[in-house]
């Protein structure tokens, strides 16, 4: 009898993808550049990854790793799913034949993506300006920090900077203490589904008219808009919006709240009365909250730091799990706060197949996670993340260079299947 895995993989090999045919060229790297084009790459679209032998991105030097692969460039599991589905070439541009390559790479593409300083690429002829005279059908997309203008536009700084800026760590953390901010680099995340959207709306707008655009996205005004509500009350009422711990304005009780067993909590949010009644029903709920000052959302903040006193009693003397379920089957909105072990065996997740193994050249086979959203007529196509430079000869023939050229590209150093001996010599083995 055939598995499910298997007919899913027949029928996905029998139909088109969304973006097949579609050539992109990711100029950039750490996050914002490659998560965009990952969008690409997962439904069909030709993806090439440029990369450097010479100045290794940064986060190939990310973790996790797994313990014997510390130290190698091609070990990173991060990198790997990050550009999961992409074509890996590695290109030194300082040297003329790289620069050749990166030339032929952009008349190639139908979309660049890039994420440099402004006015980086410009100095190597590889801005739209140039590219756009010989290919003006191209949509090339930039994505920094602040723009490519402006009095701020030169500022050099990562997600963490653009988080700040936008003013979204002012509301991460506790009123009584500093601000905390998110681990992770936000806006490197939130910028590229704005980045997506944008593309492909010039897409559309090429398959009509035949001509392409320069997309200009700064990844602080992207961040901003996640917090509009929060600017336009200012705008409007003039009030600084700034932390308030789990606390939200419109529900009680609404926060995490510790359990049972070594740091496990759960988050609950009641945002009406009757999901406050339907939590008062839960069997061992202690009485005091079920007392009429608490029967109300006024009652409930007035009463607010006493009320999480008594529900976090409660929750102290059972499990997450217990909680969820008993909280969940009364309507009540209520999630264990996951860690990495339970997203990974999470089972909903699992039965959805989110999570995919695939095997990488030099990692082996590891964990990936699939697509955020799934399209019915044209599913997605994922493999590996790319070793550095695995597919430089392989890209280099795709866009028409000569066997000549690419063996004097790889004499002259422009152009590598690996990593630089220098980087050899940091592989831990």
């Known amino acids: 009898m055939e598995t499910r895995e298997l007919r899913e993989a027949e029928d996905t090999a029998e139909r088109p993808q969304a973006l097949a045919g579609v050539k992109v060229v990711v100029i950039g790297g750490v ?35 797994f313990p014997h692969l510390v130290g190698n460039p091609d070990g990173g599991v991060w990198y790997a799913t990050l550009n999961s589905s992409a074509l890996g070439i590695a290109v030194d541009w300082t040297k003329p034949m790289g620069l050749h390559i990166m030339r032929r790479l952009v008349r190639w593409a139908d979309v660049v993506i890039e994420n440099f300083l402004p006015g980086a690429l410009a100095k190597r002829g590889l801005d739209y300006s140039t590219i756009a005279r010989g290919c003006p059908e191209v949509i090339y997309l930039s994505s920094c920090l602040m723009g490519q203008d402006g009095p701020w536009a030169g500022m050099v700084g990562y997600g963490q900077q653009a988080t700040a800026i936008a003013g979204v760590h002012e509301l991460c953390g506790f009123p009584d203490d500093a601000p905390t901010p998110i681990e992770t680099m936000y806006t490197d995340f ?115 730091d006493e009320l999480d006193a008594l529900l976090g009693g409660w929750t102290r003397q059972r499990t997450a799990e217990q909680v969820e379920a008993w909280l969940q089957a009364q309507g009540v909105p209520a999630a264990i706060v996951a860690d990495s072990r339970d997203t990974r065996r999470d089972p909903q997740l699992n039965a959805r197949g989110f999570f995919r193994r695939f095997n990488h050249k030099v990692i082996g086979e590891h964990t990936y996670r699939g697509p955020a959203f799934r399209l019915s007529r044209t599913p997605d196509r994922q493999f590996a993340g790319p070793a550095l430079g695995e597919h430089s000869v392989a890209v280099c023939k795709m866009i028409g260079m000569s066997e000549e050229e690419i063996a004097g590209a790889l004499s002259e150093g422009a152009l590598a299947t690996g990593p630089s001996d220098q980087q050899a010599r940091q592989v831990i083995t």
Request: proline share 5%; glycine share 10%; with cysteine.
């Open 31 to 65: 996050a914002t550049a490659p998560t965009m084009a990952r969008y690409f790459a997962l439904h069909g679209a030709t993806v090439v990854r440029v990369d450097s032998h010479v100045h290794l991105d940064t986060i190939r030097w990310q973790r996790p790793f």
């Open 190 to 304: 939130v910028s590229p589904r704005f980045g997506v959207t944008a593309i492909l709306a010039a897409l559309e707008h090429r398959r009509r008219t035949g001509r392409g655009q320069y997309l200009d996205q700064s990844q602080v005004e992207s961040g901003i808009h996640f917090i509009a509500p929060l600017v336009m009350d200012w705008t409007s009422n003039g009030r600084v919006a700034t932390r308030t711990g789990s606390r939200n304005p419109a529900a009680a009780p609404h926060g995490v709240y510790r359990c049972a067993g070594d740091d496990r909590w759960l988050a609950i949010g009641v945002f009406t009365d009757e999901q406050w009644r339907r939590l008062c029903r839960v069997e061992g709920i202690p009485e005091a909250l079920k007392g009429e000052r608490f029967g109300t959302l006024l009652g409930r903040k007035r009463h607010e």
